[in-house]
Nanobody, 127 residues
Framework: QVQLVESGGGLVQPGGSLRLSCAAS????????IGWFRQAPGKEREGVSN????????YYADSVKGRFTISRDNAKNTVFLQMNSLTPEDTAVYFC????????????????????WGQGTQVTVSS
């Protein structure tokens, strides 16, 4: 079983950047594909980006493609989400989630019922 803790959220002006971290404990992160999701007030949760357990495969939602970059450091049991050119539409609580996978480069769909979730970190983009 893996426990996830997100950090790095905060208040940023439009056009700014933030780097979110998802730190794992309890089980090596190298066994899990990781997804980043977000939920804005009054909206359903949506997938943002995910990464295979090797880090060799990544996927981005169209809304963040070209602005966000997902990466991981399995030695540090941490996954990152670098967010650039932020807009008010990016305001949400951001969650990371882990799914145990066998295939090194497999990326679960956003609709996959990820088993393990963090508590979320708030990102607010406002002037």
């Amino acid at each position: 079983q893996v426990q996830l803790v997100e950090s790095g959220g905060g208040l940023v002006q439009p056009g700014g950047s933030l780097r979110l971290s998802c730190a794992a404990s309890g089980s090596p992160l190298k066994y899990y594909a990781i997804g980043w999701f977000r939920q804005a007030p009054g909206k359903e949760r949506e997938g943002v980006s995910n990464i295979s357990k090797s880090g060799g495969s990544t996927y981005y939602a169209d809304s963040v493609k070209g602005r966000f970059t997902i990466s991981r450091d399995n030695a540090k049991n941490t996954v990152f989400l670098q967010m650039n050119s932020l807009t008010p539409e990016d305001t949400a609580v951001y969650f990371c989630a882990a799914e145990f996978v066998f295939d090194t480069d497999f990326i679960p769909r956003f609709s996959t019922p990820y088993v393990y979730w963090g508590q979320g970190t708030q990102v607010t983009v406002s002037s």
